[in-house]
């Protein structure tokens, strides 16, 4: 039995279904699967099983959901007393894939090696999920990407810049080399998204539910490194800001002239408001500095800075 598994069951107690929990996890349907036999054999029992087209528990999975989440409580704790000692002169960086590794990732790999007074550590996790983060001490800042500033809960949001949402393909795909893309482009395409989560990939769909636009198909992988390989194998559409757009031709991809993409905002949250004389002022004021050179690069001149 581990923390993986305990973590399965409790999710999927609650969810009920193995897909959502699958989104939740990020961990396949079938890992999930495993996790559950795994514990099941471990104890001689059942903990789950399916009653008319449903997940539900059976007896002994309602007596063992208390045990799981008191175990996961204590793990929580421990693992939380732990992270304290070690986070002294550490700064831990939370956010989007897109955004921490094809957006600022020069910038953080380059002011990790000029700071002298701590390091960084960066957990690439669901921008949406960095409230969330925040609220529970598990990173000290966090790099977002929002279609509504408002949309931050408790959490204080330092602007850097808008720019669009593009749509990226194999330069195979029947959209690739379209003069001019809309909205009604994409019904019957198929697409492949980080997370279902992730709030430029839902305002998107709502867009084409609101418009009546149905896809032949939806993949969420979670990593970026996975949609790409999606896109370019089996010639799928996905969605990427503009500033990673360059990024991305390295591996092949080629952008669709989306005609009326909408915009996003790039953002630094932080559980309060920074003041000058805070540890996290300083990385703040680089990250402005280097939205400064962004705006100035002939391939994202096109970026608004906020």
Same mark, same amino acid.
């Given at each position: 039995?581990?923390?993986?598994?305990?973590? %399965? @069951?409790?999710?999927?107690?609650? #969810?009920?279904?193995? &897909?959502? +929990?699958?989104?939740? *996890?990020?961990? !396949?349907? /079938?890992?999930?699967?495993?996790?559950?036999?795994?514990?099941?054999?471990?104890?001689?029992?059942?903990?789950?099983?399916?009653?008319?087209?449903?997940?539900?528990?059976?007896?002994?999975?309602?007596?063992?959901?208390?045990?799981?989440?008191?175990?996961?409580?204590?793990?929580?704790?421990?693992?939380? %007393? @732990?992270?304290?000692?070690?986070? #002294?002169?550490?700064? &831990?960086? +939370?956010?989007?894939? *897109?955004?921490? !590794?094809? /957006?600022?990732?020069?910038?953080?790999?380059?002011?990790?090696?000029?700071?002298?007074?701590?390091?960084?550590?960066?957990?690439?996790?669901?921008?949406?999920?960095?409230?969330?983060?925040?609220?529970?001490?598990?990173?000290?800042?966090?790099?977002?990407?929002?279609?509504?500033?408002?949309?931050?809960?408790?959490?204080?949001?330092?602007?850097?810049?808008?720019?669009?949402?593009?749509?990226?393909?194999?330069?195979?795909?029947?959209?690739?080399?379209?003069?001019?893309?809309?909205?009604?482009?994409?019904?019957?395409?198929?697409?492949?998204?980080?997370?279902?989560?992730?709030?430029?990939?839902?305002?998107?769909?709502?867009?084409?539910?609101?418009?009546?636009?149905?896809?032949?198909?939806?993949?969420?992988?979670?990593?970026?490194?996975?949609?790409?390989?999606?896109?370019?194998?089996?010639?799928?559409?996905?969605?990427?800001?503009?500033?990673?757009?360059?990024?991305?031709?390295?591996?092949?991809?080629?952008?669709?002239?989306?005609?009326?993409?909408?915009?996003?905002?790039?953002?630094?949250?932080?559980?309060?408001?920074?003041?000058?004389?805070?540890?996290?002022?300083?990385?703040?004021?680089?990250?402005?500095?280097?939205?400064?050179?962004?705006?100035?690069?002939?391939?994202?001149?096109?970026?608004?800075?906020?």
């Amino acid at each position: 039995m581990d923390t993986k598994q305990l973590k %399965t @069951f409790v999710v999927l107690a609650k #969810e009920k279904n193995y &897909i959502k +929990a699958s989104e939740i *996890l990020n961990y !396949a349907p /079938s890992t999930l699967a495993k996790h559950i036999h795994a514990l099941e054999a471990e104890f001689s029992t059942t903990f789950v099983h399916f009653r008319n087209g449903a997940i539900c528990l059976t007896k002994d999975g309602e007596i063992f959901l208390p045990y799981a989440k008191e175990m996961l409580k204590m793990y929580d704790k421990c693992e939380a %007393t @732990f992270k304290q000692e070690h986070r #002294e002169n550490k700064i &831990i960086v +939370a956010g989007g894939e *897109l955004m921490l !590794a094809f /957006s600022f990732g020069s910038f953080m790999h380059q002011y990790q090696k000029e700071i002298e007074f701590a390091s960084i550590e960066v957990n690439t996790i669901c921008c949406s999920r960095v409230p969330e983060w925040l609220e529970q001490q598990e990173c000290d800042i966090g790099y977002v990407q929002m279609v509504n500033l408002s949309e931050c809960g408790s959490a204080k949001v330092t602007p850097l810049f808008q720019e669009k949402l593009c749509v990226m393909t194999s330069p195979l795909h029947s959209l690739a080399n379209k003069e001019e893309v809309y909205l009604k482009d994409f019904i019957n395409q198929s697409f492949t998204f980080t997370y279902s989560e992730c709030c430029f990939t839902e305002h998107f769909r709502n867009l084409l539910l609101d418009a009546d636009i149905a896809l032949k198909s939806e993949l969420f992988l979670g990593s970026v490194t996975a949609v790409i390989e999606s896109c370019m194998k089996e010639k799928r559409l996905c969605l990427v800001p503009y500033v990673a757009v360059d990024k991305l031709k390295e591996y092949g991809l080629i952008p669709v002239n989306w005609v009326d993409a909408f915009p996003i905002y790039d953002c630094i949250m932080t559980s309060k408001q920074v003041q000058p004389q805070d540890e996290l002022y300083p990385i703040i004021e680089a990250s402005k500095n280097y939205c400064l050179q962004l705006k100035k690069d002939s391939k994202t001149k096109d970026i608004v800075l906020l």
